[in-house]
Structure formats: structure tokens, C-alpha cells
């Protein structure tokens, strides 16, 4: 008898076909289902073994791998609380999110083992697990799934951390409906089933690549564990791999559309679909999107940690908005709101505001953090039970069709004499010119005007634009006090963990050297 599952290890739960059906591939490694199944048991076993109670943080120091799934699964089925940690970051920043979090168990690699244990060195009642020792015990796993099994759905299953415009990053809560809500709508619109192989290439420390792993489950279909360092990677591993969904962020498109010259020459006939996430794309890497992969679907979507996806644009209208981020996913409702706190007209600008089962439980222990962001909806009184929402930070403009698109961070707005102006807007320009590869426009300080636009390019395949032409040609474009005083032309731009711009440090660094 198939039960819904309400817990996220439920998703494991054994079907039909499992000890044949492979889960993952890992390199040269792969394992069934079952397999899967079992090692996921062994983890939940050791962790318990070494103390663990319901609710107690694990942080899962692990690079991208067999284990570090079975790590999350395995905490699951333990009834603790998982911290994916993405295993690029430097020492303070582990010892941050681990301290942060209150983690009582930390797993790690076997080759990571001596470095996670300096970075952690002094922090009070913490064991280290290796997770190469895990996977080989022989710790009962026979009582832990009935001995065990005692959350409900509505209890914390995960924290990520992420990083804000400042500070330090912050832990956000997901409940296990969270994470199942989550997965059950991508798998609805992408229409995921246990025919797709998707490449695995976002960390599960961020929240759109957990939900890569979660949907895969769910559906029993193959996932393909990669991590890459040129876009020509990418694209021998959808061939040789049969891949059929791939998920990125900006800056994979962008590699994969401006310096990889494989993907251009190579056919793809079983990807059927690729998503992006983590900030807009500009419409001419959209193009080119469509101009190299012209069988495949494409789906934009806009999205934050502390909701998980809010928007989807159908494939069908990138060509009729290619700058569009789309409505509602399923089961949700969006709407703007402006800064009177009344609900914004087609055409207004205001705050994109989320409802529905994806909106997290806030902020791990910075109550102050979370009721900024996870608001009563003011569009419901108590007369009919009230509600939470997630105000997102992002301002959003709705057409006359109720489709969404994305003006920029409110807190990330440049203001110059006066005027509000949208950093992606100044972007979507400078791209269409065609000759970077990347553009990121931040606001510096100007003691006249306030800010001044200020706009750091990575030029396209290594080349020297003509800078001054190139103004010339956006002024006619742009109105003035929009045209950046100067284009900073870079060998690269920064990102964070997730392959996100960074565009708080970016800002940052400029400042300091324009105050040098």
C-alpha cells in the first residue's frame, strides 16, 4: 500500500523495482535504489548511535557525491534537522554555519576530515563523523525507522544558509512540507518522471539543487552527480549521460552559451528541458539559448530560498516576454505590493509577496530577521484565519496578462539624482550590445548625484571592446541618468558558493578602491 509521504525520507520508501532501478551516478560509482535505501538506514543508525535526538542539527560537510545524499536522507530518517554545507567554502565560514547552527554532528569526507576538524577546533560538543566509515559500519539499522520515525510534517527538516545584501549568511528554515510541497510542484510543471536522468550540478546547499534531488526521488528517476570547471564539461556529460533535465543560474548559461564552443557543434536530442533560477537571465543568453538548444524547453523562473520557486514562464512565451519571470507556480498565489502597503496595479511597480505551502518557517534564531520577511498577508484579516507571507525584497512589475517581471532588489535599487533605477535593466542593455560575456551594474557612491552607475563586464572571448562606441550606442537606448559614468572591464566576476553574482561584495570592493 503507497502512503503519502509527509516526512522527507518518506520519499524513499521501498517500491516495486527499486533493487534494479539506479538512483545516482558518482563518476565511475553508482547505486540502486535499494542500495540507496539501505546506506540512507546505515546513516540514520550511526547518527543515532552517536547521540542524536529528534531535531538535533547534523551539518553535511561533503562535496557533491553518493554520501552527501545519503547524509541528508539519512538525518531525515533520524528525526534530526540537516545543514547542507557547500564544501568550497573557506574555514570561517564552516565554523560559522556550524556554530550558527548549533550542529551537534558534523559528517565529512575522509579527505576532508583533518581541515573540517582545525576549522571546528574548540566548539563544544561536537562529533565529527567520516562518512567513508559510515557507509562500511555495520551499525544496526534494524529499530531506526520504527523506533524513530517521530516528526511530523510540519517540523524542521532543513537549514540553508544564505548569504544577504550584509552579514554574515543566514540559516533558512524548511519544514518537511516545505521541501515535499516543493518538490511535488516542479515535478508538475517540468512534468518529471522516472524516464528523465538530470544533471546534478547546483550544491544541495542550495535550495533549487536540493529540490533536484527531492523531485528525482520522488519520481525514481536517475540523477548524475557532476561538478565542472568548463562549460565544454557540461555538455559531454548530457550526451554521454542521456541527460534529459539540467537546472543553472546565470553564469552557467553564460559559460555555456559564450565560451563553450562544444555545445554548439553537439547534438543533444534527449535534453528535454533546462531550468534556470538564482537571478534573471538576460534576454540575449535566452537567445542564444533558444538559437543552440532549438528542442529543448526552457524554463525561467524566479525564486528565493525563503520560498522556494514563486514564478515560472511557460516555455511557450519567452518569445512574447523574454524578460519575463512568469506567475504563480502551482498551489501558490503572488502579487505586488507597494511601498502604501496597497496591492500594485498592472504596470506599478512594488514588493513580490508569496503565499502558499513553499513559504519557510523564517530564520534559524534571528527572530527580528524573519518578521521583516514572513508577514501577516495583508490582504487576509484574522475574520478569515489570517496567514504568513513571504515578502521576497524584490520589486516586480505585473502586465495586463498577470505575468510578472523581475525590476531588482528594493535594496539593490542605484538612486542618482533622484531617480530609482534597476541595475538588471541597465544589464539587459550592455548584454544586447553583444560583446561581453557578463554584466553586473551596482551603484558607487557620487557625492553629487548620490550614486552613480558604475558597470563591471567580462568581455566576450577575451576580446577588447571599444568601451566609448559602446556607451555611445546604450545612450540612445537609455535615458541619461541611467547610462553608466563608465563600463570596468574583468577577467571575471565574483560569485558566491551557488554560482550566484555576488553582487554585495562587488559593490564593496569598488567602494573601497574609489575611497582609497
Not at 544564505?162 to 515535499?180: A, D, F, W, Y
Not at 577575451?462 to 540612445?476: F, M
Request: charged share 20%; with cysteine.
Amino acid at each position: 500500500m503507497t502512503t503519502t509521504p509527509y516526512l522527507v525520507h518518506h520519499l524513499l520508501d521501498p517500491r516495486e523495482g527499486d533493487a534494479d532501478r539506479i538512483a545516482l551516478v558518482d563518476g565511475e560509482r553508482s547505486v540502486s535504489y535499494q542500495a540507496f535505501s539501505q546506506l540512507v538506514a546505515r546513516c540514520a543508525a550511526a547518527l543515532r548511535a552517536n547521540g542524536l535526538s529528534r531535531g538535533d542539527r547534523v551539518a553535511i560537510v561533503l562535496p557533491k557525491c553518493i554520501e552527501e545524499c545519503w547524509a541528508i536522507l539519512g538525518t531525515s530518517q533520524a528525526s534530526g534537522v540537516f545543514v547542507p554545507v557547500n564544501s568550497v567554502l573557506r574555514a570561517q565560514q564552516i565554523r560559522h554555519i556550524v556554530e550558527d547552527s548549533g550542529a551537534q554532528i558534523v559528517i565529512c569526507s575522509r579527505a576532508l576530515f583533518e581541515t573540517t576538524s582545525a576549522a571546528l577546533a574548540g566548539l563544544d560538543r561536537l562529533t565529527i563523523l567520516c562518512a567513508e566509515e559510515i557507509a562500511d559500519g555495520s551499525t544496526d539499522t534494524a529499530a531506526v525507522s520504527a523506533k524513530y520515525d517521530q516528526a511530523i510534517g510540519e517540523d524542521l527538516a532543513a537549514i540553508l544558509y544564505t548569504s544577504g545584501s550584509t552579514g554574515k549568511p543566514k540559516g533558512v528554515m524548511l519544514s518537511h512540507r516545505n521541501l515535499l510541497a516543493g518538490s511535488r510542484i516542479v515535478i508538475k510543471y517540468l512534468e518529471i518522471t522516472e524516464r528523465d536522468r538530470i544533471l546534478s550540478i547546483l550544491p544541495f546547499s542550495f535550495d533549487y539543487g536540493l529540490n533536484q534531488l527531492l523531485t528525482a526521488i520522488q519520481q525514481r528517476a536517475l540523477t548524475v552527480l557532476f561538478t565542472f570547471q568548463l562549460g565544454d564539461e557540461i555538455v559531454r556529460a548530457i550526451r554521454d549521460h542521456a541527460i534529459t533535465g539540467l537546472a543553472g543560474v546565470p553564469t552557467i548559461w553564460a559559460i555555456l552559451t559564450k565560451t563553450s564552443p562544444l555545445l554548439r557543434k553537439t547534438k543533444l536530442p534527449t535534453l528535454r528541458y533546462i531550468t534556470n533560477s538564482g537571478g534573471a537571465v538576460p534576454s540575449e543568453t535566452v537567445r542564444r539559448l533558444r538559437e543552440m538548444l532549438s528542442d529543448t524547453r526552457i524554463f525561467l523562473m524566479y525564486g528565493l530560498t525563503e520560498a522556494f520557486r514563486s514564478t515560472f514562464l511557460p516555455p511557450e512565451e519567452i518569445d512574447k516576454r523574454p524578460t519575463s519571470i512568469g506567475k504563480a507556480i502551482p498551489e501558490c498565489e503572488v502579487f505586488a505590493v507597494k511601498p502604501d502597503g496597497q496591492r500594485a496595479k498592472p504596470g506599478e511597480p512594488g514588493i513580490l509577496v508569496h503565499r502558499g505551502p513553499t513559504v519557510s518557517l523564517g530564520y534559524w534564531n534571528r527572530p527580528e530577521d524573519t518578521a521583516a520577511v514572513l508577514r501577516q498577508n495583508p490582504f487576509r484579516p484574522a475574520t478569515l484565519g489570517g496567514e504568513i507571507v513571504c515578502y521576497s525584497g524584490d520589486l516586480v512589475v505585473e502586465d495586463e496578462d498577470g505575468f510578472f517581471s523581475f525590476v531588482g532588489r528594493a535594496d539593490a535599487m542605484i538612486k542618482s539624482s533622484g531617480y530609482r533605477i534597476s541595475p538588471t535593466e541597465v544589464e539587459e542593455v550592455l548584454m544586447a550590445t553583444g560583446a561581453f560575456r557578463q554584466v553586473a551594474v551596482i551603484g558607487l557612491p557620487d557625492p553629487l548625484a548620490g550614486q552613480k552607475v558604475h558597470a563591471v563586464a567580462v568581455p566576450l572571448n577575451g576580446a577588447t571592446p571599444a568601451v566609448h562606441d559602446i556607451l555611445k550606442t546604450v545612450s540612445g537606448q537609455l535615458p541619461a541618468f541611467m547610462v553608466p559614468r563608465m563600463i570596468e572591464l574583468v577577467d571575471a566576476l565574483p560569485t558566491t558558493p551557488n554560482g550566484k553574482l555576488d553582487y554585495p561584495l562587488l559593490a564593496r570592493q569598488r567602494s573601497q578602491h574609489a575611497a582609497a
